[in-house]
């Protein structure tokens, strides 16, 4: 079946080092992904997304890779600050539909 | 813009007992969904409506929870008879239109005793 994964459930860096979260995906089928930040208490936030026909895309201080070839997703936050500890969420809209499936999460931690 | 907005933001209730959640979307959102919630694990989706009609519902255990959105905007989820296994965080989201990325609510957190 159709499904999201994460390979680290937590993921602890110093305050200014770069994170790299990363999320495993397994329907080939998929052209369309996302990443949500969610802090405790809150819905999940929209950070960036990117489409099958790209392997790179950039935000403010955020890189989304996609490697199709081996249906692998990483989230790379640069300088990362305590407003980034959360839990991180890739999201694929599986065989092209608009629902999207989501992974368990990585669990983000930022030490001063 | 406003956001979405959800209530209530907690409910505790005991197994057996009936409960109804309330989502508004963001105004002029067509697409509205619900997703399930369990601790520690990524939300999963329930119910999805365009509009007033319901696009998919194919994870919704239909023998127990509900879903109406009756004149396109507001939306509640009722679960009746609930289980113990239906604590969990609900989250609405709304999109302009399928496909797009979604805004999602703070979400109604439930436990069931």
């Known amino acids: 079946g159709e499904s999201v994964g994460l390979h680290l459930p937590t993921l602890s860096v110093q305050e200014g080092d770069n994170s790299i979260i990363n999320c495993a995906y397994s329907?080939?089928?998929?052209?369309?992904f996302i990443w949500y930040k969610q802090e405790s208490g809150k819905g999940p936030q929209f950070i960036i997304d990117?489409?099958?026909?790209?392997d790179k895309r950039q935000g403010q201080r955020v890189t989304v890779l996609l490697n199709k070839t081996v249906k692998h997703l990483s989230l790379q936050i640069a300088a990362t600050q305590p407003g980034d500890s959360a839990v991180y969420f890739c999201a694929e809209n599986g065989s092209g539909t608009y629902k999207y499936i989501f992974g368990t999460g990585t669990r983000l931690k930022v030490l001063a | 813009e406003a956001g979405v907005a959800q209530s209530p933001r907690y409910k505790i209730i005991e197994k057996r007992q009936s409960v109804a959640f309330w989502c508004n979307p963001i105004s002029g959102h067509a697409t509205l969904y619900w997703y399930q919630q369990i601790l520690g694990q990524g939300p999963k989706l329930l119910i999805q409506f365009q509009n007033n009609g319901v696009v998919d519902d194919s994870q919704l255990p239909k023998d127990r929870f509900s879903a109406e959105r009756l004149k396109g905007v507001d939306s509640t989820l009722k679960i009746q008879p609930a289980k113990l296994e239906d604590s969990a965080v609900y989250l609405c989201a709304s999109s302009l239109d399928q496909g797009r990325g979604y805004t999602f609510g703070s979400g109604t957190r439930l436990t069931v005793v």
């Open positions: 990117i489409r099958s026909n790209m």
């Open positions: 329907n080939s089928a998929s052209d369309y």
